[in-house]
């Protein structure tokens, strides 16, 4: 394929509509290696029909949902104004309460309300959380570390692409939860390969993660996406090492 068909594709996918935080386009697309921890089940774990739960930057509240978590009792932040009002008009049906949130440190609930908190790949104040945990309540996080395609994006674009601290990791956030009062019972860090079965795959994903690849766009890397299609046909697809961590902590009882 000449480059210009090749610019023609990619530059589709770069314009391609996402909502929520479903990736479902990438389906076959992308593989990335399994996590030695499962997020849900430690979430599960903590839940029951009396818990009441907070899911800090639900997204489109998919990942909420899938857990049928309990009407009446749970909550939901978002930041992001499309998710949040895809949020508004499609989780009150399941009784939980969404609310737009900025500021990490200015939660809108009261002290000790909630028995479990729950937060994948959102910021967080740790002294805010423990504030509105009750004692012995927990908060479960997991997090992308400052390491997570640091040197795709650098390959890319340079330095300075990424807006995520290359420090910010496991040991990080746990003295930061473990000065906000808390006890912490799990911490585990990995760092997975994900490949990009296809250049058009990755031109897609680069445009989502935009703090990961600020100033991404087709015309500006395109000589650089030309040197991915070569390796993409030598091996049959593009990797880059991401970096998750998973913390359980819980607030104590006295």
């Known amino acids: 394929m000449d480059r210009n068909e090749l610019k023609k594709r990619w530059e589709a996918e770069e314009v391609k509509v996402f909502q929520g935080w479903d990736f479902s386009a990438l389906n076959g697309r992308l593989e990335e290696e399994e996590l030695p921890w499962d997020y849900r089940t430690l979430v599960q774990q903590e839940m029951n029909e009396n818990t009441v739960m907070l899911d800090m930057g639900t997204g489109g ?31 009150p049906a399941y009784g939980i309460e969404v609310a737009k949130v900025e500021e990490d440190d200015r939660l809108p609930y009261e002290d000790e309300f909630f028995d479990l908190v729950i937060n994948r790949h959102e910021s967080f104040s740790a002294k805010e959380v423990y504030r509105i945990l009750k004692p012995g309540g927990v908060f479960i ?29 496991l040991a990080y956030t746990v003295q930061d939860l473990l000065e906000a009062g808390f006890d912490v019972e799990v911490q585990r860090e990995f760092f997975p390969e994900v490949k990009f ?25 395109f000589d650089k996406l030309c040197e991915l299609q070569n390796k993409v046909e030598q091996t049959g697809h593009v990797s880059s090492q991401e970096h998750r961590f998973v913390i359980l902590a819980r607030r104590g009882r006295s």
Do not use: H
Not at 71 to 80: D, F, I, K, L
Not at 197 to 221: H, N, Q, T
């Open 61 to 91: 509240g998919e990942f909420l949902l899938s857990l049928s978590p309990p009407p009446g009792r749970t909550y939901a932040t978002e930041a992001y104004l499309p998710n949040y009002e895809l949020c508004r008009a499609k989780l």
């Open 141 to 169: 996080t997991q997090q992308v570390g400052g390491q997570n395609n640091r040197e795709l994006s650098r390959y890319l674009l340079g330095e300075g692409a990424m807006e995520t601290p290359a420090d910010f990791d």
């Open 197 to 221: 079965r296809d250049v058009g795959a990755l031109v897609y994903f680069a445009k989502i993660i935009e703090w990961e690849f600020a100033g991404f766009s087709v015309d500006r890397c």
